[in-house]
Structure formats: C-alpha cells, structure tokens
C-alpha cells in the first residue's frame, strides 16, 4: 500500500555523509586506466539521467515545426510564450497551487497524526498495541491500486470526491503505514531514562511528547518528512481516481494536469505548452533537491541520522 | 541525541517485513468487520416539474427550470454549445443554463451517475466516453422518442426525426430506441492534398489497381505514399470494412453489427484486408507510422510526407492549425477492389457521430430533450456547422454556408454517394471489440506481424470473445 | 495517573486508527464484498453473483496477458535495477582503487550521485509523459539522437513496435529507480571497513570478485530489501503503463493494474474489476512470502 514510487527510506547501516573520504590525496598513476573505465560507465549514465530533463527545458522554448521536425535541435528563440500558456491556458498554474495546499495539508496531518500513532505504540504497553502496530505495517504490502473502486466510493460517499481536503486525508491515510512504521523505530530508539525524568518532574504525556520526544527525534521526523512530501507531490494514481466529479478539474494537482496537458495536446496539437507544463512540474522539484541534496538522499536512504 | 542502531534495524527490518506480510495475510482474509456497502447513492430524485405539454411546448418544459450541459472539449472545443445554450436560453430566458466542458468524459460524469445526480444533457464523446453498453443495459439513459417525435422548431409540419440525415439515427439506436443523438455527420474515407495531387499531376484512383500503380509512382517520386495512425490501427479497419462492404453489399456489415458467426471471416473483408496489407508488404507506408498517434501521422501527412491517409471529416478541424495554406485538403471513397463491386466507387461510409445523451436520471429531463431540439433546428446546426466545420446529422443545414475545402470535399463525395452511403455500428455496440480487438488486429496486419487470412481469423476471435461474454448485452440490427 | 494514561492513549492513537480503517482498511475489506456482485457502477443496482467473477477471471485471458507481463517485470526490472545499481554504487565508492590510500571512490563521485538521483524526485506523471515523447519516432529525442549520429538505421517506431513497446516501458521503470539504489547501496558499501578490501586487494581479488565475494554479501540485508520494493513497483507499472502506452500497441504492455482501472472506470464493470483486485490481493501476499523465503541466506556478521 505504498503510496509512491520511491521506495521509503530503509535503515541502511551507515552514518556518514558520502563524500570521498580519501579524495584528497593524489591517486597513483597505475589507477588512470581504471578511472578511465569507470569514468566512461559513470559519465553515459549521467548523460541518460540529465538529457531527457534537459531535452524537455529546452524543447519548452521550440515552436511545434521544430519540436515535431527537428528533436535534436536548438530552439530559436526563448519562447516565453510556450510557458504563458502552459501557465494560463493549460491551468498549470492553478495546478501547481493546488498542490502546493494539498501537500501542505496532508503533510502536516501525515506527520502530526504518524507521530502520535508511533509514539504511543511505541513507548506504551496497552492491550491491542500489537494488533495496531501490525493493522498499519500491513498497509505496506499493497499496491494502492488495488482497493481502488472501493476507496473511490468511500470518498464520495463522505461527500469529499474531487476536494483538496478529501485527497489530503487519503494521501495522509495512505502514509500512515509507512511512517508509523518507521517513526515507532525511531522513538523506540529514545532513551527510557529521560522520559523518566521528564514525567518526574511533572511533565505530564502531553507535554513529555510534544516538548520533549519530537524534539530529540527531530532527525527522525525530518527523514519521514522528506519522504512524504516526495511521494505526496508525485502522487499519481490516488488524484485520478479522486479528483473527479463536476468541476473537479478547477481543483486537479500537478501530476494529473500535466496527464491532462498531455491528452489536451492530442486535440490541440500544442506541444510547445506541453513541453512548457512539464518543465513548470519539474523545475521546482528539482531545485529543491539540488538545493537539500545532502538531506534529501540521507532521508530517503539512510534514515538514520547521528 | 540517538535514533534507532544499527544493530537493532537491522535486526528488526526482516523481521518487520515477515511480520508485516503476516499482518497482511490477516487483513485480507479476516475482514468482514468494517464491510459498508459502497454501492449506495441513489438519491437526487427531486425531478424539476415539467411545465404543462402543448403544441408550442410539446416536450413539457418547465420555463424556469435549471439545465446543466456537460460537453466533451475535444477537437470541436466548447464554443459552439455557449451558442447553442444561448439558444436555449433565449426561448426559456428563466431558465439558468449551467455550462461545463471537460476532455474526461468518464471521469468526470461516472460518480455522479452512481450518485443519481448526473446532468441533463452529455455530449459523451472522445476516448475517455462512458461504455454505452453499460449505460445503455444499466437503464441511465432517456428513451429520445419523445424529441424525435416532436415537431421541429423551424416547420411544425415535421417532426425533429424526419429533418434528419437517413441513417443519422442508427448509431445511438439500440433495439430499436433511441438513446443517444449522434449529432455531426461525418464522411470516411481516404484524404489526400489537392493541392499535391494537382501538382504533380496524379488523379486519385478508382480502383485498386489503379491506387497500387499509383503508390509505385508516389515511392519513385520520393514520397512515401501512405501513413496511417499507428498507436491508434483501428482507423484502418474503416477503409478495409468499407471496401468490403462495396464489394460484396452492405450486408456484410450487418452480420458484423450483430455479432453473426463467422461474419468477419466473409470473403469480401479478407480480400480487402489482403489489399490494404499489399500497402504494407510493398514499402507504402510512411516509415515509422505505427509509432504515431493520430497528431503525429496527420502531422506528417500534412507536410506533404505521406499523399493518403485514412480518417473521417474531423480531420481537417483537427490539423488546422498544422495543415499549410493552399493544402486544399479532399477526401475521396476507397478505391472498388473489383470491377464486379456490388456497390459503385461513389459509395462510401457515412455515420453521425458526437452521441449526446439525457440521463434518465436528470433532473430535468424534459429540457435536456429541449435543448436538443435546439440544436437539432436550422440555426443550430448552421452555427455549428461554421464554427467547427462539421457537417451535422440535420439535413441540409450546411446549405448558403461558405465551407473550408475538406468540409466542401466531404458534402461532394457524400452526396455522389447518395442512398448507397453505408455505415456500421459495432463500435458503438460494443466499445472494446472496436478499440481493443479490430485495432490490435490491424495494427499486427499493417506491419506484417499476421497475415490477411490471421486477420479476419484475429478479428472474429474478438467479435467471438464479445458474443460469448454473458456480461455484456447484445444488440441487433437490420 | 492511569487514567491520565488511557486517555492519552486513546487521543492519540484514535484519530489515526480511524483515518487509516476508514480509507485504507474499509476499502480493502469491501473489495471482497464488491467480488461478489456484478456491479456496473453506473447504477445503484447490483445483483449477488457469488464466485462467477473469480470463474471468469481465471478464464479472462486479458487478465492472464497482463499478469504475464508483471510476472517479466517482477522478475527483470528489479534484477537490472539492482545489477546497475550495485555496479555503479561500487564504481563510485571503490571504482578509485590502489589510491596511496587502498580502496576510494572515482574523482567526482559527489556529483554522479547528485545527478542520478535526478528520476527519483520526479513525479511518475512526469517521466510518463517525457519518456512517451523521448520515443516518438519522428519528433522524440532518441531518434533524434540516432540520426544526428548517423545511426539512423537503428532508429525504431519504439512504443509502435509489439517487441519492443515492452521493453521501452521496462527500461523507463529501470531509468528512474537505478539512482535511489545507487545511492542506497553506496551507502551501504561506505560502512563496510576499508581494511576488509585492503585485505582483498593484497589477496590479488580482481574488480568482480571483490563485488561478488565481499560487497555482496555484506550488503545482502539492503539488496533484500531492495528486491522486495522493487517488487511492489513491479507489481504496479499502472501510472508509468497508461501513461506511456496505455496498454497497447494491442494490449502487449497490458498490465493488472491497467486491466483493473480500465475493466472499472472504462467498462464500467465494478464488481468484476473488485474480483480482479482480490486476485491480486492475493498474489502480492504470496510473492511477498515468496521473496522472502527466497532471500533468505545468513546474514554476515561484521
């Protein structure tokens, strides 16, 4: 039942940031040639990742003659315009907000919600804490798509299809295996001595968890986080089949305009825009990521921070 | 500051795993407790009252009731309905007329069907329409009857069925009521550049022979002289169909529509199938095609790549913005296979198409009828005609209307074709054995992988599989 | 105190366990009670009919096309992925080899890291659409490509090609998931002792064999893990497989989640496409308990 396309962070044994640890030292000479090697191996995979995310900016300043007749070519002219309509005519604009508010939403209820869950299961004995503990993990195993039909009359019938508030609650619905399953680990992990202390000193539950366990799992919480939002701002499958209804599509997300923008364009022919929407989607994302690379791979693989 | 060791993840990971698909186990096989039924719905049976029924109303339309029109936002765009709705709201100027128009059809519309609460009229077109099968067979929709035997709005004398195209109705028509009005008439055939052919002095050929030493001139001139839309094969089965259909009469189409035994294995469909697959083995085909979807292969027809192209009479709104200006775009009949046709070269397919359809349960299904009527008058096709260069199923709407060259072509060859104009409905019957079964046939024939014989084999597998499955209702035909 | 602990208990386990039953528990309970009907979705009515589903469905052969193409995704794409994925995790953490220092990764390492990640934070909405376009065969960039280098005699129809279309869509699911399992993996070999492959090194272990004799099985856990997500995605391929091909060229890039969706929300046959999502219920469970027997190999201990 996962939710995403990447897989969540997993406990690898390592706790040091990648980098070349030896890089400072010169290599000997007999290492040219397998550098080499590697190098030519390292460098065409680099170039199968980077060029079709390049080839889409730069087809999004093209003019549909040189987008369907010349693919190898350079645009020539920046044409803005290509990015205006994607923008206005094809709604991007009004997609990439609405995502925006969604991952906002269900981020903040995933993580509140995820947290108080783990917590409790994980630091308190109670009758049927297995029984819960076992009822989320489970959700892990599931492709989502499978209890598609129903989930979708569910929704409708609590009267939230095609609303940004009923796919916020889905999609926080559908991180809850995940992340309880991960966040029990990591405040399993905290120290019995402090929260002892704590509750000692009249530090009530409430106050134990939220002034002192969040914060000490901070590294935790952010690993989790990053992953959520990953998956929540690529979210495919759940807004298809959600987001629908009449006028839904004032309040469709990123992922499912540009799908859209894709099939518009078999009617319209306008791939400049198509190009110009993808680019719109990517960019930000990409940014961000290059931006927190460091954290976002530690987050997403190693999920064990010192 | 700590998190969770080294040691103790990795411990506990397959554990959690094991434990996990355990806990899965459970739950997929013990559930029961939370079982609620999904399939409620049901509600929205607050029907808006109909006004009093009388010769200026025939239709009992309540003047000032609400009437909410869903229009697929395909090639002809969502203007022409703003006109129609004004139209509307002009006769009923109580009445709020609600506008909405989407590419996903299905989506769209599917929950508020299940709901009880869909809109009053639906043009339910595109890739993304609503399986008529189900609809149909599932009761949703209203019985048209009552529009068509009401008097049309531009001469009282006759009645809205008898304004229109002979045959306009067949497709929509199931088991004899109809359900949906295809409401544009479209010509298929073979389309080709005036402009080209003129130019390098070739006539359009009458026969196959002919179009074969023709396609051998094309090759040696440089130009490939076929594309076709190779994500989307199925536009080949209309040009194979339609000379079967001239070759050996249009009953053969009938037997198809009624999913008769053997029907595609008829001599007729393989012999035109051997010769659209003589295209294929000769090297016709534009290098490349069967990776293309429609805009692409019309695409490069249009820039003069490719000379013919199987499509209907949409094509030309459809490449406006692509095709070059002079392009004089023409569309002809398939070439006769034989000089023993049973039907004579002009014959050629004529269909409605663009179904629009009242859900039975509208809340105002009487002016959904209504607003059909409307479009079904003189002024409303007329606009429509303009505004999308389309003919549509009322006759002689097109008429005093100045029409682009592809438009024109395509009212020409169809008035030469006359009464011998035939058309098929198993695509409409029965969605999947069009979209699914004949188009994987065709795409497998049109690059070789089966021959004509493993064709009309492969196509009556499908139209078997569709006659045996006991889920899907089954229409006839005559 | 107790009481005070029960209630705390209950305000915060309550709200999630309801979120969760209501949209994640609810919908997979009713998919067995929906198996039963011949539901059509378009309406309220539906009548009980018991096993006829599942009967039709293991005479369905759509379905059994679609499950044998999951069954070569299951199989191939996290093989490749994770084949790559540990080749090139090894070429950028131990690829600099006989350094003064012994064992080290290639000059640059950083960067490769940075830019193969790239698909992993991309929306499959995204690479869908992109990729649809890389392998148009006039106007997409590897055609393109092959003609600009006079390799034009290898450009292919790709996705109009029955043999190939399968393997594009294969190779897109390849692309965007090698970059999180170099990274995961690279991880992995940087907490392996450097002296464990100095002492390798002295031993005269080549390349191969230090990948196959060493890395591997320390990192075996990891690769385990990694086989059984990469199985979920393999299980899936809806979003990447409508995207791209929809299913065709004539359903030879079919897939069960396809077949679900479009037996639902196209043939609107909601009952039959309920018993088509127990079936595979059922089938995630046994490759799961699959993988897992199949994985199982002792651990070594560090």
């Known amino acids: 039942m996962t939710t995403t396309d990447a897989p969540p962070p997993t406990a690898v044994g390592t706790s040091r940031p990648p980098a070349d640890r030896t890089g400072d030292r010169p290599p000997r000479r007999d290492s040219g040639i397998v550098d080499a090697f590697s190098h030519v191996f390292l460098v065409a995979w680099a170039v199968l990742t980077t060029f079709p995310l390049l080839w889409a900016v730069v087809s999004s300043f093209k003019t549909d003659e040189q987008i369907l007749t010349d693919p190898w070519g350079l645009p020539s002219a920046l044409r803005w315009s290509n990015w205006v309509r994607a923008w206005n005519a094809a709604h991007i604009g009004t997609y990439f907000v609405n995502s925006v508010i969604v991952v906002a939403g269900s981020l903040t209820l995933t993580m509140l919600l995820g947290s108080m869950a783990a917590y409790v299961l994980a630091r308190y004995r109670f009758r049927g804490n297995r029984v819960a503990y076992f009822l989320f993990v489970g959700g892990m195993m599931f492709p989502v798509f499978l209890a598609l039909v129903p989930l979708f009359f569910v929704v409708k019938n609590l009267g939230l299809l095609g609303t940004l508030p009923g796919l916020m609650l889905v999609y926080t619905a559908y991180s809850l295996p995940f992340t309880v399953f991960f966040l029990t680990a990591v405040f399993r992990a905290l120290p019995n001595s402090i929260s002892e202390a704590a509750l000692v000193d009249g530090c009530g539950h409430f106050g134990l968890f939220f002034r002192v366990m969040l914060p000490m799992a901070r590294a935790g919480l952010l690993s989790v986080a990053i992953f959520n939002f990953l998956s929540h701002w690529n979210q495919y499958v759940l807004p298809i089949v959600l987001m629908q209804g009449q006028g839904a599509e004032q309040r469709w997300v990123l992922a499912q305009g540009l799908t859209g923008l894709a099939i518009t364009e078999g009617y319209r022919g306008d791939y400049g825009a198509l190009f110009a929407g993808m680019t719109i989607a990517m960019l930000p994302v990409l940014l961000a990521y290059v931006a927190f690379h460091r954290q976002v791979q530690s987050g997403l693989t190693a999920g064990q921070l010192k | ?478 | 105190m107790r009481h005070g602990k029960r209630l705390f208990i209950a305000t915060f386990l309550v709200p999630p366990l309801v979120l969760y039953a209501l949209f994640v528990v609810s919908p997979y309970v009713q998919v067995f009670q929906l198996a039963t009907t011949d539901w059509g979705g378009l309406s309220p009515e539906a009548h009980f009919v018991g096993v006829d589903n599942l009967r039709r469905l293991f005479a369905d052969h759509y379905v059994w096309n679609a499950l044998r193409n999951n069954a070569i995704l299951l199989v191939v794409m996290p093989v490749v992925t994770i084949v790559l994925g540990l080749f090139f995790a090894s070429m950028l953490m131990v690829g600099g080899r006989r350094g003064r220092a012994g064992v080290r990764g290639v000059r640059g390492s950083a960067v490769y890291r940075l830019v193969y990640f790239f698909p992993q934070v991309l929306s499959v909405a995204i690479i869908g659409v992109l990729w649809k376009e890389m392998y148009a065969p006039n106007s997409g960039l590897i055609n393109g490509a092959l003609r600009a280098v006079g390799l034009g005699s290898l450009a292919h129809p790709w996705l109009g090609d029955p043999n190939l279309a399968f393997w594009c869509v294969l190779a897109v699911m390849v692309w965007s998931n090698v970059g999180f399992y170099v990274v995961l993996f690279g991880a992995g070999m940087q907490s392996i002792p450097r002296d464990i492959y100095e002492a390798a090194l002295l031993d005269g272990a080549g390349r191969a064999a230090t990948l196959a004799r060493i890395t591997l099985p320390l990192l075996w856990d990891t690769v385990q893990v990694a086989w059984v997500y990469l199985a979920i995605v393999a299980l899936d391929g809806f979003a990447l497989v409508q995207i791209i091909t929809e299913g065709g060229p004539g359903l030879r890039t079919d897939v069960i989640g396809l077949r679900l969706y479009s037996t639902a929300f196209g043939e609107a046959k909601f009952g039959y496409a309920s018993a088509i999502g127990v079936a595979m219920l059922f089938l995630t469970l046994s490759v799961a308990v699959l993988a897992l027997r199949l994985t199982k190999r002792d651990r070594v201990e560090l």
């Open chain 2, 1 to 478: 500051m700590s998190a969770p060791s080294a040691s103790d993840s990795s411990v506990s990971r397959r554990d959690l795993l094991q434990r996990a698909t355990a806990a899965g186990v459970l739950a997929a096989t013990g559930g029961g407790v939370l079982s609620a039924c999904a399939m409620g719905g049901g509600g929205g049976n607050d029907k808006a009252a109909g006004g009093a029924k009388n010769s200026a109303n025939p239709l009992g339309v309540s003047e000032s009731a609400p009437l909410e029109v869903v229009i697929f936002n395909g090639g002809f765009g969502e203007e022409y309905a703003k006109a129609h709705e004004a139209m509307y709201k002009e006769r009923y100027p109580k009445a709020e007329v609600k506008h909405s128009a989407t590419i996903e059809i299905s989506k769209t519309l599917q929950p508020r069907f299940v709901d009880g609460s869909p809109p009053d009229v639906v043009n339910n077109s595109g890739g993304n329409q609503i399986d008529f099968n189900g609809l149909v067979s599932q009761g949703a929709l209203s019985d048209l009857a009552p529009l068509l035997d009401a008097p049309s709005l531009d001469d009282p004398k006759k009645t809205v069925r008898q304004t229109l195209l002979p045959g306009a109705l067949l497709p929509g028509t199931y088991d004899g009521k109809t359900m949906a009005l295809n409401y544009t008439y479209t010509a298929y055939g073979i389309w080709y550049s005036g402009k080209l052919l003129a130019d390098r002095g070739w006539q359009y050929p009458k026969t196959w022979d002919e179009m074969i030493a023709l396609c051998r001139q094309i090759k040696a001139a440089g130009l490939a002289p076929w594309t076709y839309q190779g994500k989307h094969p199925r536009y080949m089965s209309w040009p194979i169909l339609s000379a079967a259909a001239k070759l050996a009469g249009p009953d053969i189409l009938v037997a198809i529509d009624n999913l008769e035994p053997n029907a595609w294995k008829h001599d007729a469909i393989k012999t035109a199938a051997e010769a659209y697959y003589q295209l294929a083995v000769d090297g016709y085909i534009l290098p490349g095609s069967e990776g293309m979807d429609h805009i692409q292969s019309q695409t490069e027809w249009c820039r003069g790549n490719a000379v013919f192209i199987s499509c209907g009479s949409w094509l030309e709104n459809e490449q406006k913005a692509v095709a070059p200006a002079g392009f004089q775009m023409a569309v002809a009949p398939t070439p006769s296979l034989t000089k023993g046709d049973k039907l004579p070269f002009e014959a050629m397919r004529g269909t409605s198409g663009e179904p629009f359809i009242v859900p039975s349960k509208a809340k105002n299904v009487p002016g959904g009828l209504e607003y059909l009527r409307v479009m079904l008058s003189r002024k409303g096709a007329a606009d429509f005609t303009k505004r999308v260069s389309s003919l549509t199923a009322v006759q002689g709407a097109e008429e005093g209307l100045t029409l682009p060259p592809g438009l024109q072509s395509a009212t020409k060859v169809m008035k030469a074709s006359g009464d011998k104009t035939f058309n098929w409905v198993y695509n409409s019957y029965y969605r999947k054995l069009e979209r699914t079964l004949v188009d994987a046939a065709c795409g497998d024939l049109m690059t070789k992988r089966i021959n004509p014989a493993q064709f009309v084999e492969q196509c009556q597998r499908g139209a078997d599989e569709i006659a045996r499955d006991s889920s899907i209702k089954k229409y006839k035909r005559t």
